[in-house]
């Protein structure tokens, strides 16, 4: 399908929403994005962005506002939980400066992505827009809106359901489908300046693994803080991102019997934590229907553990305007060539990202297998097995 001022209407302004929106602006749609929160916050903390994901965000115009803002870990440490030394160091090569391995705090990614959306022509970006339902006819989409108290009604060439985990387009498109809880939650926090302890000179991803649980952190915000992000097992299972939570449930997986004192001194520097308890969708959702489309998680919610989370949403997002902006298609064989394209690739992802927790989670004579054979491959080996993810280009 050909660009030619058609309206594309994205359901929220995440991280796929508006990648979404500019690389679609790219091909000469124009763009309503509707989104739900009346203002973007600094809800969330820090995000992952592999070479991948940032080489879609730099074709997009993005690598000297984001260079502000990102930081680019020389390495990626995997530690032992309970001795508290390191296992095995992955070197983050920087020989591609075009695709860089990033971290960045998810609001900064956001309020860049909106930046760059709110000044293109083509997008118009509203705040305070909930999508509540939509309809399709012969012609196009009616999407019913609302803004406030006010009822708002688009006729659109293709719905794009860009709005996460708890996706409304998603409901009415596949309603069978519901988020399923793993019984794991995310305790998240960050520590202001420096690690207190085990903390490496150069800006670097920490991997903690233990029984049980595992804990992540890495530098953000021009290295004035690090980003703390401890999984283990739980049963609150409520929804939202940002629940606050106290120190000694966040703490309570990382007891002194099984873990060592560094890993125990991260967990007590975070001052104030916050809950997010992970949701996975199956594989068979619904990716697209016609005209209607889902993207990011709305479509393939997964664990965070391969880091992909907002990498595959990226993706998809590209792929998504290289589909749609072909001439060849009519809107809903675009549709369908999209899903084609990425599903097989993410359901890889999805697997990756169980099987990783799996392993990190590993306790007793199977953890100390586990080590033995990281040790045994080596960083350099164990990181050339994320190639197929890394490697990929739109
Ligand atoms: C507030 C928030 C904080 C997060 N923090 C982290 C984090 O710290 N670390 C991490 O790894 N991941 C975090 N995530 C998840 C991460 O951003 C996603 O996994 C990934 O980026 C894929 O993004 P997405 O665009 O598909 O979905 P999301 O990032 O979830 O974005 C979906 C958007 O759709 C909007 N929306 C929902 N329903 C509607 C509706 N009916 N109408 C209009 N708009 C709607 C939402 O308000 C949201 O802005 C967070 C997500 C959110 C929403």
Redesign the pocket.
Known sequence: MNGGRATVLV???????LTAALALAGKGFKIIV????PR??E?????QLSPNASSVLISLGLLSSLETSAIAPDAVSVMSGPRGSELVRLPLDKSSPTAPYWVIH?ADLQATLAAQANAHPLIELRLG????NFATTTGGVVVNLRQGTTPQRETVAALIG????????RRQLDPVIQPRFTGLIAW?GTIENRLPLGQAESPRVQLWMGSNAHLVTYPMAHGQQTNV?AISSGQWHDQG??VPATAAEAGAAFTASRWSEPARAIIASVTQWRK?ALFTLPASVTWADGRVAL????AH?ML?FA?Q??G??IEDAAILAECLGDTNDDVATALKRYTDLRRERVARVQNLARQNGRIYHLAGPAAAARDFAMRLLGGRRLLSRQNWIYDWRA
């Not at 809800?43 to 995000?47: K, N, S």
């Not at 827009?129 to 509540?132: G, P, Q």
């Open positions: 359901a929220g302004a995440g991280i796929g929403g509707a989104e739900r929160a973007l916050e809800a969330g903390a820090g995000l998810r827009c909930e999508l509540e860009a709005d996460g985990l708890w996706s409304a387009v998240r992000v991102w940002s997010w993207l990011g998680d709305a919610a965070p880091a989370g907002a595959m949403a």
